[in-house]
T-cell receptor, first 118, second 114 residues
Framework: EAGVTQSPTHLIKTRGQQATLRCSPI?????VYWYQQALGLGLQFLLW???????NRGNFPPRFSGRQFPNYSSELNVNALELEDSALYLC?????????????????FGSGTQLSVL | AQSVTQLGSHVSVSEGALVLLRCNYS??????LFWYVQYPNQGLQLLLK??????LVKGINGFEAEFKKSETSFHLTKPSAHMSDAAEYFC????????????FGTGTKLQVIP
């Protein structure tokens, strides 16, 4: 079974540009989470999508946005890039959040997209 | 607000030595505590998870962690380090089943010296 896949692996942009990151969850998973892993800051929650809707977002400015498609894949868009946006962006998925069993508590992570803003 | 502190951003141990990675949480007792591992150029993998069933939790690759409420700690240990354990380790806590409320620590990079 394929895991969570993210593309591209690496992305280099300049200040002011826009970046689009993509994530395909594990088959059957309806929830997709986005995290930013910046140096020294640990993992910061960005966005949560489930069934095509944004369910929650972390403490990030509106230029961080995204969407989830009918096939549950997701895009993260970062507009007006700033130098401090350089980080590893991780996507994670899990099954239907309404399932009340222990399997629902486990997040499956992709390998991430390394975004470098020059 | 909940916070997670991992003491030591870098830890070095000799091969065969005890591994101890520290994690302390603030605020109220979490619902769940996790340790994730990130190997170079890979995504995070779940090492182990505490769900209140037992205070000592055994995970994959010989790792275990003990939840100590009195110390607000959930330290990760392994009796004997292996070269393949070199990775970055993240402690995480959540107070609900919703992963949007998971708080991660800043990570500890483990170096294993031959």
């Amino acid at each position: 079974e394929a895991g969570v896949t993210q593309s591209p692996t690496h992305l280099i942009k300049t200040r002011g540009q826009q970046a689009t990151l993509r994530c395909s969850p594990i088959s059957g998973h309806t929830s997709v989470y986005w995290y930013q892993q910046a140096l020294g800051l640990g993992l910061q929650f960005l966005l949560w999508y489930d069934e095509g809707e944004e369910r929650n977002r972390g403490n990030f400015p509106p230029r961080f946005s995204g969407r989830q498609f009918p096939n549950y894949s997701s895009e993260l868009n970062v507009n007006a890039l700033e130098l401090e946006d350089s980080a590893l962006y991780l996507c994670a998925s899990r099954p239907d959040p309404n399932r009340v069993d222990s399997a629902n508590e486990k997040l499956f992570f992709g390998s991430g997209t390394q975004l470098s803003v020059l | 607000a909940q916070s997670v502190t991992q003491l030591g951003s870098h830890v070095s141990v000799s091969e065969g030595a005890l591994v101890l990675l520290r994690c302390n949480y603030s605020s109220s007792v979490p619902t769940y505590l996790f340790w994730y591992v990130q190997y170079p150029n890979q995504g995070l993998q779940l090492l182990l998870k505490y769900t209140s069933a037992a205070t000592l939790v055994k995970g994959i690759n010989g790792f275990e962690a003990e939840f100590k409420k009195s110390e607000t700690s959930f330290h990760l240990t392994k009796p004997s380090a292996h070269m393949s354990d070199a990775a970055e380790y993240f402690c995480a806590v959540t107070h609900s089943g919703g992963y949007q409320k998971v708080t991660f620590g800043t990570g500890t990079k483990l170096q294993v010296i031959p």
